[in-house]
Structure formats: structure tokens, C-alpha cells
């Protein structure tokens, strides 16, 4: 592994004053040293500018956008203009990672000359620190291509679709242009997937690398129900659109397909959207133009019959 090699490690930063701290000593103490640390000030109403800086004065690898607020995927966007990095890595600024995470990382990524490494996280719930693992991948040590991997990952349901699951190539998302879309909530169900399906190599890694922290005012579990649900409906029309334009294999795109159906209809379910709202903006053709599965066939029919019923089912046995 060559320490030439730099790794941009980007922290969208907003109303996180308490975790902020955590995150950051666990990204300038990493073990592999030549990465650089872009820190990108959201707007953030606290303390969060003061402690960015202080941070870049005592360490030259640590940079700092300050910029008006303008939610996630913008100061994404912000970090990637001026990410120099080789490999780029997101890191949510109430997470943390392990020390070693990008030295092992990195050197996964070097020895398969892979576009995107993946990994695994813990899930740690705010109320009583206990922690479980999200696994990230199905084939340890195999590459494949994205196309290979996404598919295979819904098939046996080791998918997330969280950016910071993941290791990226740098140019891999300039030279396809993929960038976050502005305003969108639930913004990694929109970018990862065409992200993965431009990826011509990709590995598993099979470590948990990544701490993710949920927590009870994160902007995933507030803010207007209705704007998730409807967020998220756009995404799967958008993503639809994108896989008619691909060159995807014909089964492959079923499944890709048969999962945002059931992105859509589990979302709408969990997100208690009003009824008045699903008569007006449910597209009852698109379930059934894009199901494939027997199972989501079978789901899809009682969503459309009986909504109220579907989410009692649902609700139940989750």
C-alpha cells in the first residue's frame, strides 16, 4: 500500500455539537496518516464552526467549508468540489469510524484495484449504547461489478443503501457526474444505486469499520412525514427512469425494478402517510408495471385493495 495515495474523508456538519468531538478525534487519529479531513459547516446554529476550526489549526490535513445551510447533500456536494483525494469517504458528523478503518479499507481497495469497497457498520441506539451489525455484502473477497453486487446484495437483503457504508473512487463519481441532489430527504436511496451501477469493480470487505448513532431528533426520524413519504416516491420514479436507460440485464432490472416497488409501498406504509394523500399521489401502475417477485405481486394487490389493511399487516410482523 502506497502512502501516497490520499483519502478525502468528507463531514457534513449541522447541529451535532455533542457527538462532534467523538467523530473527529476518531478521523485524525487514524492509523493510515495521509488523508485529508473536509469539514463542511452547514450553517450550523451551535458551537459546530468554532470546534471545525480549532481543529484545523492544530492539524494542516483538516479543511473547512463554513457555507450557509443548505441540508446533507449540498454540503456533500460542497465537500466533493474540493475533495483531492484518490478514494473518497463520508462520514456523518454524529457517527464515528474505527481507527484503522481507511488502512484497511484502502488496502482492500489497492490489492483489487476495486472502484467502490464496502463494509459493515454498528448500529448504536442513542438510549443504551447497545450495538448490532449492519452487514454491508454477501461475498467476502470476490469482486464483482456494481450491477452484480446491488442485485446481489437485494437478493439476499444485505442491502443499505447508506453512502458511508462504502469506500469510493474519486473520479468515479466526477466522470459520471453523480452528485447529491439538493433538498432531497432519504438522498442516499437516490445516489447509491446509480453510483454502484457505474462501478465496474466492486468488493466486500467483511469489517465493521463504520459506528452509526441513531438518534431520536436525527433528521431521518423528524421533520414533515409527508415530504419523506413524497421524497422517497421520487426517487423511485426518478431511479425507474434511469434504469430503462442503462444497459442492465434483463432479470437483473426486474429485480432492481421489484425492489423499488417495495421501497415504495414499505414507505409509504411506515412513513403514516394520510389516506387522502395516497389516493391523490399513489401511482398504482407503476407498482404493478415494476413488481416481479410473486411476494411483492402478492403484497402490492393488498396495498391496492386495502391500504389501511396492508399497514396493519405490515406494522405487525415487523
Known amino acids: 500500500m502506497s502512502n501516497k495515495l490520499v483519502v478525502s474523508i468528507i463531514v457534513p456538519i449541522y447541529n451535532v455539537e455533542q457527538y462532534l468531538v467523538r467523530c473527529l478525534k476518531s478521523l485524525v487519529n487514524q492509523t493510515y496518516k495521509n488523508i485529508e479531513i473536509i469539514l463542511v459547516d452547514d450553517g450550523s446554529p451551535d458551537n459546530c464552526g468554532d470546534i471545525c476550526d480549532e481543529y484545523s489549526k492544530r492539524d494542516n490535513r483538516v479543511k473547512v467549508v463554513h457555507k450557509k445551510n443548505g441540508g446533507l447533500s449540498d454540503a456533500r456536494n460542497s465537500g466533493l468540489k474540493i475533495a483531492q483525494g484518490e478514494f473518497v469517504l463520508f ?3 454524529d457517527d464515528f469510524i474505527e481507527l484503522d478503518a481507511v488502512e484497511k479499507l484502502l488496502a482492500y481497495a489497492n490489492e483489487n484495484r476495486l472502484d467502490v469497497v464496502c463494509g459493515n457498520a454498528y448500529r448504536i441506539k442513542d438510549a443504551n449504547s447497545s450495538k448490532y451489525i449492519m452487514i454491508g455484502g454477501t461475498s467476502n473477497n470476490k469482486v464483482m461489478t456494481g450491477e452484480q453486487y446491488l442485485v446481489d446484495c437485494i437478493k439476499y437483503k444485505k442491502f443499505s443503501v447508506a453512502v458511508w457504508t462504502r469506500m469510493y473512487r474519486r473520479d468515479l463519481i466526477q466522470n459520471n457526474n453523480i452528485y447529491f441532489t439538493r433538498g432531497l430527504l432519504h438522498e442516499d436511496e437516490n445516489w447509491t444505486p446509480k453510483l454502484l451501477l457505474a462501478a465496474e469493480r466492486v468488493g466486500y470487505l467483511n469489517y465493521s469499520f463504520y459506528n452509526y448513532l441513531i438518534r431520536d431528533n436525527s433528521i431521518t426520524q423528524t421533520g414533515d412525514k409527508r415530504k419523506h413519504v413524497a421524497d422517497v416516491i421520487k426517487t423511485c420514479v426518478e431511479l425507474e427512469l434511469e434504469y430503462n436507460k442503462l444497459n442492465i440485464n434483463r432479470v437483473n432490472k426486474r429485480v432492481l425494478k421489484d425492489y423499488l416497488v417495495r421501497l415504495y409501498i414499505n414507505t409509504c406504509t411506515f412513513g403514516e402517510y394520510d ?18 417477485l410473486f411476494k411483492t405481486k402478492l403484497e402490492i394487490i393488498v396495498f391496492i385493495l386495502n391500504i389501511s389493511l396492508y399497514r396493519s399487516i405490515k406494522l405487525r410482523f415487523s
Do not use: E
Not at 389516506?275 to 416481479?292: G, V, W
Open 275 to 292: 389516506k387522502k394523500i395516497y389516493s391523490s399521489q399513489i401511482d398504482k401502475k407503476f407498482l404493478i408495471r415494476n413488481s416481479y
Open 91 to 93: 462520514v456523518d458528523s
